[in-house]
């Protein structure tokens, strides 16, 4: 029986690459680890006595979309921080934000867009699961650059309007990694008309909204974790 190519010609990931380019290199100095991101820090001290407390329930599998009285806690935390109310409902917990990322895209990416094959933009540099949820579903990446010439934040407005207009999915990393760039209030105004306009959606990938070097200070933007 033949077998789908779908997946086995999906390009190497970016960690392995990354492996093999530093296989036998020794550092000059102390190393800074910029791989798949595991934490370098210790847990709190709450943390350790909390989770023994509750050590009876890791002998089961929590409910796929989230225990209930997590689900509040996140849309209790969610008025909160941003005085918007976005009810247990609309809320699906996650792994990570790169699974949300991904099937997301798989969920919602049409196999086709105004009669022609769809489009998925990706800022560059991205982060690696864009691109790969764009060959998942047979899209084409478009890579947009983000860099200092547009402020590190990729300019969705300046593309062509014939490929906005097969645009499925637009990408957007706020503060963006690596670079830092946080997209005010305006750039996501304009975003969403454009999105509008062309009838995409916007798949905000915000999982570092809530780091500070310094103090906590009041964020000017409006969502975080991964919003469609």
């Known amino acids: 029986m033949a077998q789908s190519e779908r997946f086995s010609n999906l390009p190497e990931y970016a960690f392995p690459r990354l492996r093999n380019l ?22 709190p001290d709450f943390v350790a006595p909390v989770m023994a407390q509750s050590i009876a329930e890791f002998g089961k599998y929590p409910p796929n979309e989230g225990a209930p009285e997590l689900l509040q806690a996140i849309s209790d935390w969610i008025g909160r ?10 809320i699906s917990t996650l792994n ?7 099937n997301a895209a798989l969920a919602l990416c049409p196999q ?10 990706v800022p560059n540099p991205f982060y690696q699961v864009y691109a790969v949820a764009a060959a998942a579903v047979d899209a084409d990446a478009v890579f947009v650059p983000a860099t200092a010439a547009t402020g590190h934040l990729p300019d969705f407005a ?7 207009d097969r645009t499925a999915i637009a990408y957007l990393c706020s503060p963006a990694n690596p670079q830092g760039a946080v997209a005010d209030v305006d750039y996501l105004e304009h975003l969403i008309e454009l999105a ?10 915000e999982c570092y909204s809530e780091i500070y070097r310094d103090t906590l200070r009041q964020a000017p933007w409006p969502w975080r974790a991964v919003w469609v």
């Open 158 to 164: 300046g593309l062509a309007p014939e490929l906005l």
């Open 22 to 43: 530093l296989s036998g290199l020794e550092p000059g100095g102390d190393p800074v680890v910029m791989t798949i991101g595991e934490p370098r820090h210790a847990l």
């Open 96 to 102: 990570g934000s790169r699974e949300g990322l991904f």
């Open 196 to 205: 509008e306009r062309h009838d995409f959606l916007i798949f905000s990938d």
């Open 112 to 121: 086709d867009k105004n009669g022609a094959r769809p489009a998925i933009l």
């Open 81 to 90: 921080r941003h005085a918007i109310a976005v009810p247990p409902a609309q």
